[in-house]
Nanobody
């Protein structure tokens, strides 16, 4: 059974930093599809950053240069380092991954709240 568990969210001031973690357990995840999404109240869930099938990374334009996605394969953990946080980064952040050999079935974590205050 696959589980994705996020942690590291919280309240931070504008310009501050946070690091989110996503611990993956179970088998059947395509690790090259792991990524971070976020959803703010009244908005659709959107991609923040993800690993790509080619082994690279992809970022939303709104976070380029401020956020970094990385992982520790030995710990089955993915991270999102968020710097220079803005009010508009406030959202629930979700860890996600495709099921192995699937292009459509996606696992989700429970989400972690990030609130940026002025």
């Amino acid at each position: 059974q696959v589980q994705l568990v996020e942690s590291g969210g919280g309240l931070v001031q504008v310009g501050g930093s946070l690091r989110l973690s996503c611990a993956a357990s179970g088998t059947g995840i395509n690790i090259n599809s792991m990524g971070w999404y976020r959803q703010a109240p009244g908005n659709k869930r959107e991609l923040v950053a993800t690993f790509t099938s080619g082994g690279g990374t992809l970022y939303a334009d709104s976070v380029k240069g401020r956020f970094v996605i990385f992982r520790d394969n030995a710990k089955n953990t993915m991270y999102l380092q968020m710097n220079s946080l803005k009010i508009e980064d406030t959202a629930v952040y979700y860890c996600s991954a495709l099921r192995f050999l699937s292009s459509s079935y996606r696992y989700w974590g429970q989400g972690t709240q990030v609130t940026v205050s002025s």
